[in-house]
């Protein structure tokens, strides 16, 4: 079975200051894609990022990115320039190939200060 | 594109009662998916359906749990005999069947409170 692992419970940062969320799992499959959400207070699950394992590239999606390190099963999330609107909690997910069921970590609160 | 709607938003009831939740999907999409999140977790996995075939069902998901989607469309989960804890915020989501676009999006939650 897969884990997802997310090691900080809590992170808080000033605004415009760049962070760094981690994620860690573990899995025997070799095709299979790593995702980010945000769950702002209240509010419903957004999609931030996506990552398919085949590809060596890592994602952008403007001011967030990804560092993935395959061998070490690494999928960490880079927020550039924060802002007030990315405090939220932000989960790590894992998703075998062929679209199935995500396998989430345990979130990480992010809490973006003026 | 309305995304994927959650019917109620909110339910308190008894124990002991049941409750059946509904979710719409966003209308392209042939796969939905339930799951359960509790304060402070992260979701976790219930069941889901490719159009109207439900093709797997956690263990989680125990006998007083019942999902169907009868149309391929919107989908239902019912608790029967509810428990306390069963209070949890119950999330459903919807996706493509493609390896191009396997990424879900998830509705508002429905929030259940067993009191």
């Known amino acids: 079975a897969q884990t997802v692992t997310q090691s900080q419970p809590e992170m808080s940062v000033q605004e415009a200051e760049t962070v760094t969320l981690s994620c860690t799992y573990d899995?025997?499959?070799?095709?299979?894609?790593l995702f980010w959400y945000k769950q702002p207070p209240s509010r419903q699950m957004i999609l931030v990022i996506r990552?398919?394992?085949?590809?060596?590239q890592n994602a952008t999606e403007n001011r967030f990115s990804v560092n993935f390190q395959k061998a070490a099963k690494s999928f960490s999330l880079k927020i550039s320039d924060s802002q007030l609107g990315d405090t939220a909690m932000y989960f790590c997910?894992?998703?075998?190939?062929?679209?199935?069921?995500?396998?989430f970590g345990q979130g990480t609160r992010l809490t973006i200060n003026p | 594109d309305t995304g994927v709607s959650q019917d109620p938003r909110h339910k308190i009831t008894k124990r002991g009662q049941n409750v059946t939740f509904r979710c719409d999907p966003i209308?392209?999409?042939?796969?939905l998916y339930w799951y359960r999140q509790t304060l402070g977790q992260g979701p976790e996995f219930l069941t889901y359906?490719?159009?109207?075939?439900?093709?797997?069902k956690s263990r989680l998901l125990s006998d007083r749990f019942s999902a169907e989607r009868p149309k391929g469309s919107f989908s239902t989960l019912e608790i029967q005999r509810t428990e306390q804890g069963d209070s949890a915020m119950y999330l459903c989501?919807?996706?493509?069947?493609?390896?191009?676009?396997?990424?879900?999006?998830f509705g508002p939650g429905t929030r259940l409170t067993v009191t």
């Open positions: 997910a894992f998703m075998k190939g062929g679209a199935q069921k995500l396998v």
């Open positions: 989501a919807s996706s493509l069947a493609s390896a191009q676009a396997p990424e879900q999006y």
């Open positions: 209308s392209e999409h042939n796969r």
């Open positions: 990552q398919e394992a085949y590809k060596q």
């Open positions: 359906f490719q159009n109207e075939a439900q093709l797997e």
């Open positions: 899995t025997s499959e070799s095709n299979y894609y």
